[in-house]
């Protein structure tokens, strides 16, 4: 794994938009893996803004998003579907249609998760991953326990991220507790990944992920076994790492 060191948040959001836009600039028809959350806001602000800036098109990118909660309308405030149209799509001019992410709303989950694994496939498979990280180490929502072998499927969310998820739901919308995730599996298909962590809450479960053992309690120790991984981190999530370092040294 290649680690990035950045400043801060805003340095690593334009050290990611970079990234992808170098990507969509050699490979036009890109598939993209997308993620929500806090951490990737900032990367896909700056995307935008070097799309409106150099006229990059994004008209043949494929998006495939990590994960989508189940019970959520897709034009519901919290849904992930809406929080990429606000946050990339609706700025982009990427076609919606290209765009995809699980119906968490669907009537029939299983065939849901293998309709979305048959897509992601039938795109080539993903070449470029964005990855954030829960506290707990999950990454999509595949939490601790889960199997490395597991593939697109429907997965309980742990009670610390159902609390990390709260804040956003501000209305009387209950915090969903299940929610359609990509497998591990299908995440370490992508041909590159790229994790962004950022911020001193991360810390200790960054330093884990690099140092620790393989175990299937920290979903994220998995990546140490994929061929190209880059994290770009900030001063503060690389903190625990670096005291560690410095006493061993
Ligand atoms: C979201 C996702 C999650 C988040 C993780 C970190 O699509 O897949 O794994 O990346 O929960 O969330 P933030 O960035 O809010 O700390």
């Known amino acids: 794994m290649e680690i990035v060191e950045v400043s801060d948040y805003d340095a690593m959001s334009v050290e990611a938009a970079n990234l992808v836009m170098r990507h969509v600039v050699q490979n036009p028809s890109l598939v993209l893996g997308l993620a929500t959350g806090a951490t990737p806001i900032g990367t896909y602000k700056y995307i935008v803004d070097h799309y409106k800036k150099n006229r990059i098109s994004f008209k043949n990118v494929h998006t495939v998003n990590l994960d989508e909660?189940?019970?959520?309308?897709?034009?519901?405030?919290n849904s992930y579907a809406t929080y990429?149209?606000?946050?990339?799509?609706?700025?982009?001019d990427i076609p919606i249609e290209?765009?995809?992410?699980?119906?968490?709303?669907?009537?029939?989950?299983?065939?849901?998760?293998?309709?979305?694994?048959?897509?992601?496939?039938?795109?080539g498979g993903i070449d470029l991953q964005l990855l954030g990280i829960g506290l707990n180490g999950h990454i999509g929502f595949n939490e601790p326990g889960v199997s490395f072998d597991s593939k697109t499927n429907v997965i309980k969310l742990a009670?610390?991220?159902?609390?990390?998820?709260?804040?956003?739901?501000?209305?009387?919308?209950?915090v969903p507790t299940h929610a359609i995730t990509m497998g591990i599996s299908t995440i370490m298909t992508s041909k590159r990944i790229v994790l962004l962590v950022s911020g001193k809450e991360k810390a200790d479960i960054l330093y884990k992920i690099i140092y620790g053992e393989l175990n299937k309690n920290v979903p994220a120790s998995?990546?140490?076994?994929?061929?190209?991984?880059?994290?770009?981190?900030?001063?503060?999530?690389?903190?625990?790492?670096?005291?560690?370092?410095?006493?061993?040294?």
Do not use: W
């Open 69 to 77: 909660y189940i019970g959520l309308e897709t034009t519901h405030q």
């Open 159 to 174: 009670q610390s991220t159902q609390s990390a998820n709260s804040q956003y739901f501000k209305d009387d919308t209950k």
């Open 84 to 92: 990429m149209k606000e946050n990339l799509f609706n700025h982009l």
């Open 222 to 249: 998995i990546l140490k076994k994929h061929p190209n991984v880059r994290i770009i981190a900030d001063l503060e999530a690389l903190s625990v790492l670096k005291e560690k370092r410095s006493v061993n040294s």
């Open 98 to 123: 290209q765009t995809h992410i699980p119906n968490g709303k669907t009537s029939n989950l299983i065939e849901e998760c293998e309709r979305y694994e048959e897509l992601i496939q039938s795109l």
